[in-house]
C-alpha cells in the first residue's frame, strides 16, 4: 500500500496516487516549488525592479535615452539583468527580459524596447 509523500498516510483509492488528500498535495508542491533561498528570492525580487522601473519609461519609436543617474535615483540596479548580448556591430546589451540597454559615452544609457 502507497503512502502519502507529504505526510506518510496510508493512501486509499487509485495505485498510482500520491496524496492522501487536496491538503498534502499542495502543502507538498508549494514545499517544493518555492525559492530555495533567500538569494534566490532576492535576485528574482530584483530583476522584478528593475524591469518595471524600465518599462515605465516613456519610449519612442521603441528607444529611449536617459541618464545613469537617473535610472540609479529610481532603484535600478545595474547588477541584474536576464542576458548579455554582443551585436556584430560590437554594440554591448545586457537585457531585463525584453527590454535591452547598452552605455553610452559620459554617463548616458540607451534603452531598446524588442516589439
Known amino acids: 500500500m502507497a503512502q502519502c509523500l507529504e505526510c506518510g498516510e496510508k493512501i ?26 533567500n538569494l534566490m528570492r532576492n535576485i528574482n525580487n530584483r530583476l522584478r525592479r528593475n ?4 518599462a515605465e519609461l516613456n519610449f519612442s519609436d521603441g528607444k529611449l535615452k536617459i541618464s545613469k543617474q537617473k535610472l540609479v535615483a529610481e532603484g535600478f540596479s545595474f547588477d541584474y539583468f ?13 537585457f531585463v527580459y525584453d527590454i535591452g540597454y ?12 524588442k516589439e
Not at 486509499?12 to 518555492?34: E, L, Q, S, T, V
Not at 536576464?82 to 545586457?94: L, Q
Open 82 to 94: 536576464t542576458n548579455f548580448r554582443v551585436y556584430k556591430n560590437g554594440a554591448e546589451y545586457r
Open 12 to 37: 486509499i483509492g487509485r495505485a498510482d496516487k500520491k496524496f492522501c488528500n487536496d491538503a498534502c498535495r499542495n502543502a507538498y508542491n508549494n514545499k517544493m516549488n518555492k525559492d530555495s533561498s
Open 102 to 113: 547598452k552605455f553610452l559615452d559620459e554617463d548616458w544609457i540607451l534603452i531598446v524596447k
Open 51 to 54: 524591469y518595471r522601473i524600465l
